[in-house]
Structures are given as structure tokens and as C-alpha cells.
């Protein structure tokens, strides 16, 4: 079974829309990561987490927010939705900050319009 | 500015021959992490080295141990199933901040 999982898995919004993409993992890790990626940028980091209550910022976290509620659980929140945050979305769990190996969800695709 | 740089940006491969991939890196980097992402957008993870060398089947990577400047994903006896995109990912020994390149889109044909 997946250990991290994504909801919904695709999304249209219009500008202005409100928008919370979730993210769960049972792998027991303590960090979580969302990334957007976009054509000629590889995947991009937008906020991360070490745990329940936590939240650090990433490289672009602008028109972001982000909660993790629990270890399992962190969500990004899109309170204006821009058409420039048409993007794909993944969430990433792992044992430790950035150098252990990392484990991708599946997805979230979000067209803004 | 940009960390990761991968090579080629693009490969088209025939079935049966081998191939390899690079990323090579501005600064020294602690371990890597290499993926396939498929037409779907799944991300799946080949492998992660902090250094050495490491295959699986007809995959092998490696992780310049001295340096840590460069890695190679070598790809042997190239199947239809290989196409997809392929990053790398990067933490900056400097920084502890993992970087990703931008990828090499590879399609393999009969």
C-alpha cells in the first residue's frame, strides 16, 4: 500500500479560489515536503515541515501556506489562487531533512483559470 | 543560482543499446537521489547514494566519492519501458537543502 498518498489528485480552480491540497504518510517519517514542479524547472520547494506544528519555508513559498496538523498530515493552502499556481504538486515524506532518501506521493494536478 | 545541471536534456535510444545520464554539480554535494517519472507524473525512486556505486538490474548509478561533483545514472540494454523523464536530486553538503535538475527526457523505440 502507498505510504504517502495525495488528495484530490486533480483539481480546477478558478482565480481567487480558495484551494487545500492534503498529504498523508505512514511511513513514520517526522519531515514532509511539498514541491511544484513546472516545465524547465525540475521540482521546486515550497514549504516543509519536521513535525506535528511545525512549518519551515521553502524556496518558493510565495501565495503558500501550509499546516501539518499531525505526523501523518500536511496540507498546502492556496487562500488566492493565481494562474500562475497552475502547476503539478507533490508531497514527500523522509526520516530526516533533505539528504535521506525522499518518498513522493503521487501528484496533484491544479489548473487555476 | 542553479546547483544541478543534468545532461543530456533529451536521449532517444533504440532497444537493446546502452546509455548514460549525468548531473553534475556547482558545488559539493552530500548524497543524491535519482527518479523516473512516467507518462502518468509518478515519481519513482531508482536510487539514493550518499556514495558509491549502486545497480538494480539494469540500472547503475554512481556518486563520485572524492569530489562530489558529479553522478551517472547508466542505463544498460535500454527497454520500452525506460522512457520517461529522469531527475536527479541533490543535497548541498553546504546548505543541507536538496536540489533537483531539470531532467533528461529519454524515449526508447523498437
Known amino acids: 500500500e502507498a505510504a504517502v498518498t495525495q488528495s484530490p489528485r486533480n483539481k480546477v480552480t478558478v482565480t481567487g479560489g480558495n484551494v487545500t491540497l492534503s498529504c498523508r504518510q505512514t511511513?513514520?517519517?517526522?519531515?514532509m515536503y511539498w514541491y511544484r514542479q513546472d516545465t524547465g524547472h525540475g521540482l521546486r520547494l515550497i514549504h516543509y515541515s519536521y513535525g506535528a506544528g511545525n512549518l519551515q519555508i521553502g524556496d518558493v513559498p510565495d501565495g503558500y501556506k501550509a499546516t501539518r496538523t499531525t505526523q501523518e498530515d500536511f496540507f498546502l493552502l492556496l487562500e488566492l489562487a493565481s494562474p500562475s499556481q497552475t502547476s503539478l504538486y507533490f508531497c514527500?515524506?523522509?526520516?530526516?531533512?533533505?539528504?535521506?532518501?525522499?518518498?513522493f506521493g503521487p501528484g496533484t494536478r491544479l489548473t487555476v483559470l | 543560482g542553479d546547483q544541478v545541471e543534468q545532461s543530456p536534456s533529451a536521449l532517444s535510444l533504440h532497444e537493446g543499446t546502452d546509455s548514460a545520464l549525468r548531473c553534475n554539480f556547482t558545488?559539493?554535494?552530500?548524497?543524491v537521489q535519482w527518479f523516473r517519472q512516467n507518462s502518468r507524473g509518478s515519481l519513482i525512486s531508482l536510487f539514493y547514494?550518499?556514495?558509491?556505486t549502486k545497480e538494480n538490474g539494469r540500472l547503475k548509478s554512481a556518486f563520485d566519492s572524492k569530489e562530489r561533483r558529479y553522478s551517472t545514472l547508466h542505463i544498460r540494454d535500454a527497454q520500452l519501458e525506460d522512457s520517461g523523464t529522469y531527475f536527479c536530486?541533490?543535497?548541498?553538503?553546504?546548505?543541507?537543502?536538496?536540489?533537483f535538475g531539470t531532467g533528461t527526457r529519454l524515449q526508447v523505440s523498437p
Open positions: 536530486a541533490a543535497e548541498a553538503s553546504n546548505t543541507d537543502k536538496v536540489v
Open positions: 558545488t559539493t554535494m552530500r548524497s
Open positions: 514527500a515524506s523522509s526520516d530526516h531533512w533533505g539528504g535521506y532518501e525522499q518518498y
Open positions: 547514494l550518499a556514495s558509491g
Open positions: 511511513n513514520s517519517h517526522n519531515y
